[in-house]
């Protein structure tokens, strides 16, 4: 089982930037699709952006231009870095892992707010 630690959430005014860090454990990292996820209250969890094991990208239409997903495989390290931020950006954000089976990390909080 693959576990996985977020970090790198905070507040942030709108127009501000922040980089998301998901350290990963358990398992062979670069044989594992990687991602971020977000679920805001009351919606449902969606993706924001996936790196694949070749290095890959797929984004949301939504943060297309705006956030940059890439891995560090040495580290077993992923990262969002999160620009030009907006209000409804705001959420809880999940690195997740895609390998024999799904894993998820508990979480990360992004406040943007004035």
């Known amino acids: 089982q693959v576990q996985l630690v977020e970090s790198g959430g905070g507040l942030v005014q709108p127009g501000g930037s922040l980089r998301l860090s998901c350290a990963a454990s358990g398992s062979i990292f670069s044989n594992l699709v990687m991602g971020w996820y977000r679920q805001a209250p009351e919606k449902q969890r969606e993706l924001v952006a996936l790196?694949?094991?070749?290095?890959?990208?797929i984004y949301a239409e939504f943060v297309k231009g705006r956030f940059t997903i890439s891995r560090d495989n040495g580290k077993k390290m992923v990262f969002l870095q999160m620009n030009s931020l907006k209000a409804e950006d705001a959420a809880v954000y999940y690195c997740y892992s895609r390998g024999s089976e799904s894993n998820w990390g508990q979480g990360t909080q992004v406040t943007v707010s004035s």
């Open positions: 790196i694949g094991i070749s290095g890959n990208t």
